[in-house]
């Protein structure tokens, strides 16, 4: 069951469909994926509903680019249709665009402003501090005390368990302010969604006669069984291949609870986040950006928790340096013995779906010219 394999896969999500895909078609490899879960696609699964609407297992994903050659490598597998990202924030009884633009502002202070007097109305409101050095610090000292209680201190403390004075400054500086009215979540060049969802593009690109699945099956308990004549690309959790020698990386985890509606819609817009109601940060109502038509929806209560499945790395300096050991033992292994550590998990670090796309391509260069040699084509290019 296991013999004849070039390449050996931990995972069948974004990281390890790209890899598999690649070696398969462009280097002619036999490739072995394995998947605990029973479905493909990793945290991009999705499927219907009871009442068969689209909606995402694990979250709802935007997919957004800005790289032109991934997405038309992308495109051989799925058609993708364009898709507005559209967030509000319930603040005061009202909901209020996010990330904060000109209308959030002016609704929020009761005012008529453009660039200019928002700008100015900021300005007075800031807390001087020069070199911000955690999440809070730096939100105040970008929109002051009101706006970063009112959007952000209880959202973010709901999110991930920690007051932002004990988050690092990219938690909450990942989000833009717009002294503008773009209302779109991202500002990505592309902003679409696989026509037909996420589990089917990445089955697609797994849909080769040099590919074998295997899901239901742990890397861990096969792992010594399975000896693949070039490399093993692992996608799972860093921590978990090498036996948690160091203790465990500190993860927060979700409760996704959907209910389906009778109603073509049940909110206005994709997301409403609930910085300060309700024990659920945020409902999703994904269909307004899958494109799909049906009369009935589903609509998704998300709610953070410590115990469950990993699924963002918790962005403290204590996590940084834990991971850092592991990253020492994970190289060692990568020269010794071929094994690859590539993606959210392996490299204990929160990607978007395109970026974890992006780092599996680079991986699997890697691989290429260790094993196969420099060739002059692109590796999104040619089929083997
Ligand atoms: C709540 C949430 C919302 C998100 N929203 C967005 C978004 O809006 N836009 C966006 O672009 N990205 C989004 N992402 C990020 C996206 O999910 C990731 O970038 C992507 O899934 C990472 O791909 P991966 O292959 O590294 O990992 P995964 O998708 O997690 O796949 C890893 C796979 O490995 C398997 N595995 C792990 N260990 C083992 C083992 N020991 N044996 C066998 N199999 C194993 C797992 O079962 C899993 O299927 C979101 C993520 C989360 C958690």
């Given amino acids: 069951m296991f013999e004849n394999v070039d390449l050996l896969v931990c995972g069948a999500g974004p990281v390890g469909s790209l890899v598999a895909e690649r070696a398969a078609s462009h280097l002619g490899w036999r490739v072995l994926v394995l998947d605990r879960r029973s479905h493909l696609a990793g945290n991009c699964h999705d499927g219907p509903a009871k009442n068969g609407v689209l909606v995402h297992s694990y979250g709802p994903h935007y997919f957004r680019t800005n790289d032109d050659a991934l997405l038309k490598y992308l495109s051989r597998f799925a058609e993708f249709v364009p898709a507005n990202y559209e967030v509000r924030s319930l603040v005061r009884g009202e ?9 959030t502002l002016e609704r929020f202070f009761g005012v008529e402003l453009n660039a200019e007097s928002a700008e100015t109305l900021l300005a007075s409101r800031r807390v001087p501090i020069a070199r911000p050095a955690n999440s809070e610090e730096f939100v105040l000292s970008r929109v002051g005390r009101e706006v970063y209680e009112a959007f952000y201190l209880n959202y973010t ?30 500002d990505h ?11 089917s593009l990445f089955a697609s690109m797994l849909k080769h006669p040099r590919i074998r699945v295997e899901l239901n099956c742990d890397f861990g308990e096969v792992r010594d069984l399975i000896r693949p004549r070039f490399a093993t ?12 020698r160091f ?22 817009c994709v997301q409403i986040n609930y910085p300060n109601e309700r024990e659920y940060t945020r409902s999703v109502e994904i269909k307004h950006v899958t494109g799909q038509r049906h009369p009935e929806t589903a609509v998704c209560y998300e709610t953070p928790t410590n115990s469950g499945e990993p699924f963002y790395p918790v962005p403290r300096h204590e996590s940084a340096a834990l991971y850092a050991r592991y990253k020492e033992l994970a190289d060692a292994e990568t020269a010794r013995r071929a094994v690859y550590f590539c993606g959210r998990l392996a490299q204990y670090r929160y990607f978007n779906t395109d970026e974890v796309l992006l780092e599996a ?16 084509s692109s590796p999104l290019t040619a089929a083997a």
């Fill in 157 to 186: 403390r709901k999110q991930w368990g920690l007051h932002p004075r004990e988050l690092d400054t990219s938690v909450c500086g990942r989000v833009p302010v717009r002294l503008c009215r773009d209302a779109r979540y991202v």
């Fill in 247 to 268: 203790g465990k990386l500190p993860y927060r985890s979700l409760k996704f609870e959907f209910e389906t509606r009778r109603e073509a819609f049940a909110q206005p």
């Fill in 189 to 199: 060049k592309h902003q679409v969604m696989p026509r037909r969802g996420f589990t």
């Fill in 95 to 103: 909901l209020l665009p996010f990330p904060i633009n000109l209308t």
């Fill in 233 to 244: 690309v692992y996608s799972g959790p860093i921590d978990d291949y090498f036996g948690y």
């Fill in 361 to 376: 391509l680079a991986c699997f260069e890697t691989i290429r010219r260790r094993f196969a040699g420099a060739r002059a």
